[in-house]
């Protein structure tokens, strides 16, 4: 036998170890969700339609459509149009503030959608028990150990911690500070899937290492050949660094407005203004506080429309995760998640 032919059998079976201990790891996340890999496609406003979502299940992953401030109808169609696509599981993204969040549950329980994530706090009273009771499992976000505990007791079914590395809407904590918190605690009682920051495979494998049943990326898929955004807003994502995704600053603490990390540009800094004029109807009684919440989350729907659809880079909104200093090129879905899958087996080969 050559002498290549003796290093190449060992680095095989190195490789099969770490494939079959990732395969182990990933097993409760894989059979909860009904997916080849427990990695879920982040829900990304404008980003997360039919072509992404599809593609990423169609690839193994777990797709995951953005309902964000879509009405019924339009989450009806888009349900009905991921569906002409895949015929693998997907799941539906519903805020917990969206005025008509009863009747999008209507539409996912219509569709027979499996998987409902909720994200934006607590859900009102009755929302996780009628989810449940159309035969959907749930997914809930949570930012800390006690809501964590507070949605296992609701019922909630899975779990995602994300921390402030995540594009979009964020909390105050990274993520591998909330890993450490939340999954010796949680993790042997629910399944639980991490989020904010992942951009390879070597950090899923920390993850799972840790308690996780999978991850969440949504910065990564940006720039899949299936992503309908813009080619100026994939550009601008392959330039990026970490540095460049910032979180937006909250003008007046009288508005508790959710910061939202992005890439900066000039939209950033409209948003500081956007902030002041709120505030400003809001203490000459203009509007009511759930109004003013209200406007800046249409502001930010607006934003970043601009940005995704129509190139606008400078004055529409840049949503990006600290990761897109990953994102090197445009590619397809399936060679993306390859690419995090053999990261993370080789990382886990190489444990022994």
Not at 145 to 152: P, Q, R, S, V
Request: charged residues 20%.
């Amino acid at each position: 036998m050559s002498g290549e032919g003796m290093i190449a059998e060992p680095r095989q079976i190195h490789g099969d170890a770490g494939m079959l201990r990732l395969k182990q790891l990933m097993h409760r996340g894989t059979e909860f969700l009904g997916a080849e890999w427990a990695i879920l496609g982040g829900a990304m406003s404008w980003i997360s339609e039919r072509h992404l979502v599809s593609a990423i299940s169609n690839a193994g992953g777990f797709g995951v459509i953005a309902c964000g401030a879509m009405g019924p109808e339009l989450l009806d169609t888009e349900i009905a149009e991921t569906k002409k696509r895949t015929t693998k599981t997907f799941g539906v993204n519903l805020i917990t503030m969206h005025p008509q969040l009863s009747e999008l549950i209507d539409v996912c329980a219509n569709h027979r959608v499996t998987h409902v994530v909720l994200a934006g706090g607590l859900p009102p009273g009755g929302a996780i028990d009628r989810i449940k009771g159309n035969g959907a499992k749930l997914i809930a976000f949570t930012p800390a150990l006690a809501l964590a505990m507070k949605l296992m007791r609701s019922g909630a079914d899975a779990l995602v911690i994300e921390g402030m590395e995540a594009g979009g809407h964020i909390g105050p904590v990274s993520t591998s500070v909330l890993a450490q918190e939340i999954l010796p605690h949680v993790s042997h009682d629910i399944p639980v899937f991490v989020a904010g920051g992942i951009g390879r495979g070597e950090a899923i494998a920390a993850y799972l290492e840790m308690g996780a049943v999978g991850v969440q990326l949504g910065t990564r898929f940006v720039c899949a050949t299936e992503c309908i955004a813009h080619a100026n807003f994939k550009k601008a994502f392959i330039r990026a660094s970490a540095r460049d995704a910032i979180p937006s600053v909250q003008i007046d603490p009288r508005l508790p407005v959710i910061p939202v990390r992005a890439l900066k540009n000039r939209e950033m800094e409209a948003f500081a203004a956007k902030q002041r004029e709120v505030a400003q109807r809001l203490d000459e009684g203009g509007i009511e506080m759930a109004e003013a919440q209200l406007q800046i989350e249409h502001y930010w729907a607006g934003a970043l429309r601009r940005a995704v659809i129509d190139g606008d880079v400078e004055s529409g909104s840049m949503m990006a995760g600290q990761s897109v200093g990953m994102v090197k090129r445009e590619e397809p879905v399936a060679d993306i998640l390859a690419e995090l899958v053999d990261e993370a087996a080789t990382a886990l080969g190489s444990r022994g």
